[in-house]
């Protein structure tokens, strides 16, 4: 079923909303404040993207990153690219502004995103999780904001989503930080959604 292209493009827009302080900004305005200056954001294309993972969900953030004239990287020990740069996991987090995951959750995959990493980034990077909530380890991410190591964590999913929401440390500190947090609504668009069911009743 290819949801892929509905994933991805949340994900891009993720990024613009934490880049561009748009859901602050807004928040400000609905309290009748009209000062920009507390939410001057940045230029997407004076930005280095750190794509983790170059399956089909990878490919299309790429692809989207490149149209707004970003520099890509990417990590993926399966994958080539005669156009985007591939690093290390290590480079990666030290040289990304924004760091996008597009894994499956597997041995090697759980928790790859943790205080260990996190200490590796160097431009206080934000990062979005379209994944799977098990590919970071949720308590590392608030560490490394209340530390101001990272300024920003965009999810669409949290290890607990299928058990209880309100144990993830990302749902409890949502408020107290550059938090963005979607209820699993990647795939969750109209022509994502007939492709799924086109799937489905082709499979009778």
């Known amino acids: 079923i290819n949801l892929v292209p509905s994933t991805s493009e949340l994900a891009f827009g993720m990024m613009l909303i934490l880049q561009k302080k748009i859901f602050q900004s807004f928040n400000s305005v609905k309290k009748y404040n009209w000062d920009y200056l507390p939410y001057v954001g940045n230029e997407i294309a004076s930005l280095s993207i750190g794509i983790i993972g170059l399956g089909r969900l990878g490919k299309y953030m790429g692809k989207f990153a490149k149209t707004f004239g970003m520099k890509i990287y ?8 005669k156009n985007l740069k591939k690093v290390s996991l ?46 970071v380890r949720e308590k590392d991410i608030i ?21 209880d929401i309100k144990k993830s440390p990302i749902i409890k500190n949502m408020n107290k930080h550059n938090i ?6 990647g795939g969750m668009t109209q022509q994502g959604q007939l492709r799924a069911w086109n799937f489905a009743v082709d499979k009778f």
């Open 180 to 185: 963005i947090v979607t209820p699993h609504l």
């Open 90 to 135: 290590e480079k990666l987090a030290e040289i990304s502004d924004v760091i996008s995951i597009h894994v499956h959750v597997k041995k090697d995959t759980k928790y790859m995103v943790n205080k260990k990493f996190l200490k590796l980034t160097k431009k206080k990077p934000i990062i979005i999780n379209t994944s799977r909530g098990e590919i």
């Open 74 to 81: 990417f990590y993926d020990p399966f994958q080539r690219s």
């Open 143 to 163: 560490w490394a904001l209340n530390n101001k190591i990272i300024s920003g964590y965009a999810t669409d999913v949290i290890e607990t989503e299928f058990k």
